[in-house]
């Protein structure tokens, strides 16, 4: 890698950690802490009670999808030279997830309002309030498992970059096309059968972490190297 590609992989390195850690945060943490499946009561509960992480959830998911507006323009910028059509691709994917990933912002922004929003919403019982913003949380579940297709599709061509490219191992290459396939499977098993979701999403951890982070890895590491020679 010239010092032009070595400055860019490192900058798609800080750009990818600083998408996945609120990722992890507003995507795992949050919903296992304050969302109880089938129990609009207790999740309602714990919604009111806990409104700073609530919150700080809404500002993870923001912060990590304007992130990944930019993350695959650098990635584009150090694959373009290896084939510009799948690089494109690339970005194409991500671009198009974005405008689902940000909308159902709303859904979640609008099941705390149900709960503590304006007084003309006392025309509902508390109870059917509760159970509003349950249906309200659930619809932003399932905008991302629609948002999660696109997140898994953009890895494919990146992962065929990384393997068409003489710069990059051609293992994480691999490594990424599965994480991809794995996120899109996972995606359309919670959407056509979603009382298999959790086992094929826990399968799917396996390839999507080796993936991800071999990947995350190298661009760090990849610099480094780079740099020393």
């Known amino acids: 890698m010239n010092p032009e590609q070595t400055r860019t992989a490192r900058l798609a390195g800080v750009l990818y950690l600083l998408m996945g850690l ?10 296992r802490t304050l969302i109880v499946r089938g ?11 806990s409104e700073p992480l609530f919150r700080l ?4 998911e923001l912060m990590s999808n304007l992130i990944f507006i930019v993350t695959p323009l650098v990635l584009y910028q150090l694959f373009k030279g290896v084939d510009y ?6 970005v194409i994917f991500v671009l198009v997830s974005i405008p689902i990933s940000l909308v159902i912002v709303v859904f979640e922004t609008a099941a705390f309002n149900m709960l503590t929003g304006p007084d ?14 349950l249906l309200l949380v659930g619809l932003h579940g399932r905008g991302l498992d629609i948002a999660e ?9 990146l992962g065929l970059l990384v393997y068409e490219s003489r710069f990059a191992p051609r293992a994480i290459g691999v490594l990424l096309i599965a994480a991809g396939i794995a996120y899109v499977m996972t995606a359309f098993t919670a959407v056509l ?37």
């Open 120 to 133: 003309y919403l006392s025309v509902f019982a508390q109870g059917q309030r509760e159970a509003l913003a």
């Open 85 to 90: 059509r799948k690089a494109a691709l690339m």
């Open 57 to 60: 959830g809404l500002a993870a």
């Open 39 to 49: 129990d609009a009561s207790a999740t309602a509960e714990r919604m009111l009670s």
């Open 149 to 157: 297709i696109f997140w898994g599709l953009w890895l494919v061509p």
């Open 193 to 229: 059968v979603p009382q298999y979701s959790s086992t094929v999403a826990l399968v799917a951890v396996v390839p999507e972490g080796l993936g991800e982070v071999s990947f995350l890895v190298w661009l760090f590491v990849a610099g480094r190297r780079s740099s020393r020679t």
């Open 22 to 31: 609120p990722g992890v945060f507003y995507l795992q943490y949050v919903p």
